[in-house]
């Protein structure tokens, strides 16, 4: 990508770690990855760039949820409205926060921080 960086874009293609992206994005933009799973517990708003949504969901793969109607962010077919959106991302934001609480009551309510806590107690308390 032409001009990656500048503070702006970075192409992180190649880095290793997806969780420490997510940390450090300020937006994620995405089309149908799990990423949204993670990204989700931060709290920072979510951006989806579906302009293949029909073929992605009718032809190739379908989804494992009503993704269109649980998405806890916007559904943006075009680059334009991509842009635009990132352009007014704390409006974006607020609107869809209904949504979004509503997605993680839904997908990520055992992500609090203590899981693998909960997961030692369960292995121990069959080991007595």
Not at 38 to 61: C, E, M, Q, S, W
Not at 85 to 105: I, M, N, Q, S
Request: charged residues 25%.
């Amino acid at each position: 990508m032409p001009a990656a960086g500048n503070g702006y874009v970075w192409d992180v293609s190649s880095y290793p770690d997806m969780g420490e992206l997510l940390l450090a994005a300020d937006v994620l933009v995405t089309d149908y990855t799990a990423a949204t799973f993670d990204f989700a517990v931060t709290g920072k708003p979510i951006l989806f760039f579906t302009y293949d949504l029909a073929h992605y969901r009718d032809n190739l793969r379908g989804f494992s949820l009503d993704f269109e109607a649980d998405a806890p962010g916007p559904l943006l077919a075009t680059s334009e409205e991509l842009v635009a959106a990132l352009g007014r991302v704390d409006e974006v934001t607020a609107e869809y926060a209904g949504k979004y609480a509503a997605f993680r009551d839904k997908y990520c309510d055992l992500d609090d921080g203590h899981a693998a806590a909960r997961a030692v107690d369960a292995m121990l308390s069959r080991e007595a």
